[in-house]
């Protein structure tokens, strides 16, 4: 008995075959990032100064979770964290128009104050000419990479400390540090 088929169609078939698996492969790799929803924010925190030593320091903890809607809204569902930049200024100067900050540091920190790393350094910054005057920091990439690592992980909390010192006291001014970044999380993860 001699049985007769149809090349051209059982080749359209394979070829059909192949396409469907290979788009459930790739539906199937990119299903999880369909639904990401991308999102950037800021937040502030300000550190009140007022000393009449020349050398200043203190720490705060940051709970983002109580501060910025959108980790509270996507808490464990937040995949990525992106740390685009910081910048700071003063506000409530009440010193001399000379009077300056020789150096300051921001620091981040566990919530309990371990594995500190510098967020970025400035020297010679004169306060007046700073006052409502927002600057961009350079960013030490570890300790930033550490910052996205603490907001990403719950409860989203970190520890923030400043330490600066002074050409003039006393040192009577406010400094604000602002946070932009940038969120992806997954609704259905």
């Known amino acids: 008995m001699k049985t007769c088929f149809n090349k051209p169609k059982i080749m359209k078939l394979k070829a059909i075959f192949s396409a469907i698996i290979v788009s459930g492969l790739f539906l199937t790799s990119c299903d999880e990032d369909l639904f990401d929803v991308k999102e950037s924010f800021t937040f502030e925190h300000e550190f009140v100064v007022l000393t009449e030593d020349a050398q200043y320091a203190d720490q705060a903890i940051v709970n983002l979770a109580e501060q910025e809607t ?61 006052v409502n005057n ?11 990479q550490k910052l996205e690592d603490l907001i990403l992980a719950q409860p989203h909390t970190f520890m923030l400390k400043f330490a600066a010192s002074f050409s003039e006291v006393p040192a009577d001014f406010t400094v604000v540090f602002e946070f932009k970044a940038n969120m992806t999380a997954n609704p259905i993860k």
């Open 134 to 144: 927002p600057q961009m920091l350079q960013l030490n990439d570890q300790a930033r």
């Open 70 to 130: 959108l980790i509270a809204d996507y808490g464990s569902k937040i995949k990525d964290i992106e740390i685009v930049h910081v910048k700071y200024w003063f506000k409530n100067h009440n010193g001399s128009n000379a009077q300056q900050i020789d150096q300051a540091m921001l620091q981040v920190a566990t919530p309990a104050g371990a594995d500190v790393q510098t967020i970025a350094q400035v020297e010679n910054i004169n306060l007046a000419a700073n």
